[in-house]
């Protein structure tokens, strides 16, 4: 998802009311059940008495259905149409599969692909078997940008100004824990620059671990990333570093092919570049630390 660094207060094109009416719904996450109008307020951080108006507007437009017994609000079929066809019109999920599948038969790692929402890849596509039941993700899962290997592929991927864009929204969303996280985010770089792909081990989740490829595609329609992973114990940093990695990225080139899309590394140069020169992470984000 692209930003265009303008602030609603200032952009004169930003209805704040359609803004506010999205931030409920989006409050709802796949593992929510009922909500009340107290709950989204805390969660949007809007005054309850907007949520109240949202929620009415929302519950008569058909994207919210009331629970009067409990005073909550669930999602309605209206609202998860959006979503089913915001997938069905994402491509790359459905030629991808049968690439998935094959990864995940020869390493025995859950093989997913996703998206930015904000500071998380948000699955849209995911490919996993008995063998992983250390990593209970599915489509609609989300995974943090910073310390993901999904994440950190995606980050890189970025062009110089876009990522400089969301190194400033990740330091203001984690506030004093930025420093630890970005020294992470180096490092990442530097395994982008040295093998073509991220690798998370253990700082997304103790038990996981996993190596992640961003995909880039030429018609501009958007910047994917997929991930492999595993418990620990299964995918070792050295296994990640030979073998699921390398296979990663043999996966992507491959979907480049099929969809007619361009190398994600086709910064890795300049980046190579920067990092040799010392021109790490914190050179990228200087001033904004």
């Given at each position: 998802?692209?930003?265009?660094?303008?602030?609603?207060?200032?952009?004169?094109?930003?209805?704040?009311?359609?803004?506010?009416?999205?931030?409920?719904?989006?409050?709802?996450?796949?593992?929510?059940?009922?909500?009340?109008?107290?709950?989204?307020?805390?969660?949007?951080?809007?005054?309850?008495?907007?949520?109240s108006r949202l929620t009415y507007t929302l519950t008569k437009l058909g994207y919210l259905t009331p629970v009067p017994r409990f005073e909550k609000y669930q999602l309605a079929p209206a609202a998860l149409a959006l979503g089913y066809s915001a997938l069905a019109n994402l491509g790359v999920r459905h030629l991808s599969e049968p690439f998935r599948e094959e990864v995940m038969r020869a390493t025995g790692g859950a093989v997913a692909v996703g998206g930015r929402d904000r500071h998380s890849m948000i699955y849209f596509g995911q490919s996993r078997n008995g063998l992983t039941l250390g990593v209970q993700l599915?489509?609609?899962?989300?995974?943090?940008?910073?310390?993901?290997?999904?994440?950190?592929?995606?980050?890189?991927?970025?062009?110089?100004?876009?990522?400089?864009?969301?190194?400033?929204?990740?330091?203001?969303?984690?506030?004093?824990?930025?420093?630890?996280?970005?020294?992470?985010?180096?490092?990442?770089?530097?395994?982008?620059?040295?093998?073509?792909?991220?690798?998370?081990?253990?700082?997304?989740?103790?038990?996981?671990?996993?190596?992640?490829?961003?995909?880039?595609?030429?018609?501009?329609?958007?910047?994917?990333?997929?991930?492999?992973?595993?418990?620990?114990?299964?995918?070792?940093?050295?296994?990640?570093?030979?073998?699921?990695?390398?296979?990663?990225?043999?996966?992507?080139?491959?979907?480049?092919?099929?969809?007619?899309?361009?190398?994600?590394?086709?910064?890795?140069?300049?980046?190579?570049?920067?990092?040799?020169?010392?021109?790490?992470?914190?050179?990228?984000?200087?001033?904004?630390?």
């Open positions: 998802m692209k930003r265009t660094g303008k602030k609603p207060t200032s952009d004169r094109n930003f209805v704040v009311a359609l803004s506010r009416g999205l931030e409920v719904l989006r409050a709802f996450q796949p593992n929510d059940g009922l909500l009340g109008n107290q709950e989204i307020a805390a969660r949007t951080k809007l005054p309850k008495a907007t949520v599915d489509v609609g899962s989300r995974v943090p940008i910073a310390t993901s290997a999904m994440g950190r592929a995606y980050f890189w991927a970025l062009e110089p100004a876009e990522r400089t864009a969301l190194l400033r929204e990740l330091r203001e969303h984690y506030g004093s824990r930025w420093p630890k996280l970005r020294d992470g985010l180096e490092r990442s770089g530097e395994t982008v620059a040295k093998y073509g792909f991220a690798i998370s081990v253990g700082e997304w989740q103790p038990d996981v671990h996993s190596a992640g490829v961003a995909l880039k595609l030429n018609d501009g329609t958007g910047l994917y990333a997929f991930n492999c992973g595993a418990p620990a114990f299964r995918f070792t940093e050295d296994r990640l570093i030979n073998d699921i990695g390398p296979r990663l990225v043999a996966m992507v080139r491959n979907i480049e092919a099929a969809l007619g899309g361009i190398a994600p590394q086709s910064h890795k140069k300049d980046d190579s570049k920067k990092l040799k020169s010392g021109g790490k992470l914190a050179r990228v984000a200087e001033g904004i630390r």
